[in-house]
């Protein structure tokens, strides 16, 4: 199996690829703006392991949550590069990366600005995720800043799994072939201005 995916929802975003066990990644160019520096980085991973774009099974992209420009530039890319060569898109959020790599934490948290956090919260139920204050993460929480070398290898990882699992799939979920959607979890600066002015 061979895929690609896109991590555009971090400081110093990554695009990553494997071919088998064999795996690269690429670290997006400074000093380029993140859409400019997205193409180059493809080419570059590919290339690393001769792969050709049309062999690919799938691509994906990181949605979110995270940096809010950078998550519509990675999610755009991903959709229009998968419809371009007509292979299937997978959606991964931050949350799932940070699983991958650390399993045993009971919350994962990614910065937000003004003292809050992206969380994703686990309990016997399942899981939640909130927008929270620092003063509310619950003790065992991991923090995305913590592991921020390993997300790409955790990315590789749940992509490699979820295109196994498409691979052996009766049929293609519609999720596939869905365009993918950026993942938030808050509104953007300008509509939370735009609120502020309505009221």
């Known amino acids: 199996m061979r895929g690609l995916i896109v991590d555009t929802t971090i400081k110093g975003g990554y695009v990553?690829?494997?071919d088998?066990?064999?795996?690269?990644?690429?670290?997006?160019?400074?000093g380029i703006s993140t859409?400019?520096?997205?193409?180059?980085?493809?080419?570059?991973?590919?290339?690393?392991?001769s792969l050709p774009k049309e062999g690919l099974d799938g691509v994906a992209a990181v949605v979110g949550?995270?940096?809010?420009?950078?998550?519509r530039i990675g999610v755009s890319f991903v959709n229009a590069f998968a419809f371009a060569l007509g292979i299937p898109r997978f959606r991964i959020t931050?949350?799932?990366?940070?699983?991958e790599c650390a399993s045993s934490a009971t919350a994962y948290a990614i910065d937000a600005g003004h003292d809050s956090y992206y969380t994703e919260i686990l309990s016997d139920e399942g899981s939640e995720d909130k927008n929270i204050?620092?003063?509310?993460l619950p003790s065992g929480t991991l923090?995305?800043?913590d592991i921020l070398p390993n997300l790409p290898q955790g990315a590789l990882s749940v992509l490699s799994k979820a295109i196994e699992q498409h691979v052996f799939a009766l049929c293609a979920p519609s999720y596939l072939t869905d365009l993918l959607k950026p993942?938030?979890?808050?509104?953007?600066?300008?509509?939370?201005?735009?609120?502020?002015?309505?009221e």
């Open 16 to 18: 990553a690829a494997f």
């Open 20 to 30: 088998g066990e064999r795996r690269e990644v690429v670290t997006l160019a400074e």
């Open 35 to 49: 859409a400019s520096a997205i193409l180059p980085a493809v080419r570059e991973a590919l290339a690393a392991l």
């Open 65 to 71: 949550p995270g940096s809010f420009t950078g998550i």
């Open 94 to 99: 931050s949350f799932d990366v940070m699983r």
């Open 133 to 136: 204050t620092v003063s509310d």
């Open 143 to 145: 923090f995305q800043r």
């Open 183 to 198: 993942y938030y979890m808050r509104k953007s600066q300008a509509e939370r201005m735009k609120d502020v002015h309505a």
